[in-house]
């Protein structure tokens, strides 16, 4: 395998993985550009690394299908972070799938099918946009207006906003108004029935809040 070789595929792993993610960081996911970019390159170099090493070796188809197998089940520490749960919801599982599918489309382009990874790019940014799409068209958003009372007003809004970007949520309409020693937390988003119940529930898990009324 010559070093031209080697950085097509490695440029390659750059483009595909940073068009995924540049999907997921216009959709305010936590694991955004860089992320997927590594992601990406990583497990291409892990194939190449493999390929380089075994080169000339007998028995090589069954080492590579064991390397790759151990980078997807790594992976999976890294999709795991992702996620998170609350009162038994779960949230950032499309986030850790994509992720799995990243570092599969960084196996297939060490590997050199170049053509079957401009496939599976595509069709893994069509899956998410498409599909995001279709979920938004027949889930009607409806605008939801919060107002929150706390004591702990940095703290309360850093994770409100931490609970909004795993939703997919973009928060508007943010004002904070200190009075009587209390801190009242007002914004607006607009989201389906479904998400905005999810947002809810989480945030009943946060510690600091003392009311909460949605008007």
Not at 24 to 42: D, H, Y
Not at 178 to 185: D, R, V
């Given at each position: 395998m010559?070093?031209?070789?080697?950085?097509?595929?490695?440029?390659?792993?750059?483009?595909?993985?940073?068009l995924v993610g540049l999907e997921?960081?216009?959709?305010?996911?936590?694991?955004?550009?860089?992320?997927?970019?590594?992601?990406?390159?990583?497990s291409a170099m892990v194939m190449i690394l493999s390929g380089l090493l075994l080169e000339g070796k007998e028995g090589s188809a069954g080492d590579l299908t064991r390397i790759a197998a151990g980078v997807i089940t790594g992976i999976g520490f890294i999709g795991a972070g992702t996620i998170i749960q609350a009162r038994g919801m779960v949230i950032?599982?499309?986030?850790?799938?994509?992720?799995?599918?990243v570092?599969?489309?960084?196996?297939v382009i060490g590997s050199g099918y170049y053509l079957i990874a401009l496939i599976f790019s595509g069709v893994i940014i069509l899956t998410l946009i498409v599909f995001r799409q279709f979920e938004d068209f027949y889930m009607?958003?409806?605008?939801?207006?919060?107002?929150?009372?706390?004591?702990?007003?940095?703290?309360?809004?850093?994770?409100?906003?931490?609970?909004?970007?795993?939703?997919?949520?973009?928060?508007?309409?943010?004002?904070?108004?200190?009075?009587?020693?209390?801190?009242?937390?007002?914004?607006?988003?607009?989201?389906p029935e479904e998400k905005e119940q999810k947002f809810n529930q989480s945030l009943l898990t946060l510690e600091g809040i003392l009311e909460m009324s949605i008007e």
């Open positions: 010559s070093i031209l070789e080697v950085t097509l595929k490695l440029f390659l792993a750059v483009a595909l993985g940073g997921r960081e216009s959709s305010r996911k936590p694991a955004g550009l860089r992320t997927n970019v590594l992601i990406c390159v990583g950032g599982l499309t986030t850790a799938a994509t992720l799995w599918a570092a599969v489309l960084g196996l009607k958003k409806s605008l939801y207006r919060y107002l929150i009372k706390t004591k702990l007003s940095k703290e309360t809004l850093i994770n409100i906003r931490k609970i909004a970007l795993h939703e997919g949520i973009k928060l508007h309409e943010i004002t904070i108004k200190n009075e009587k020693g209390f801190t009242f937390i007002r914004f607006a988003f607009q989201a």
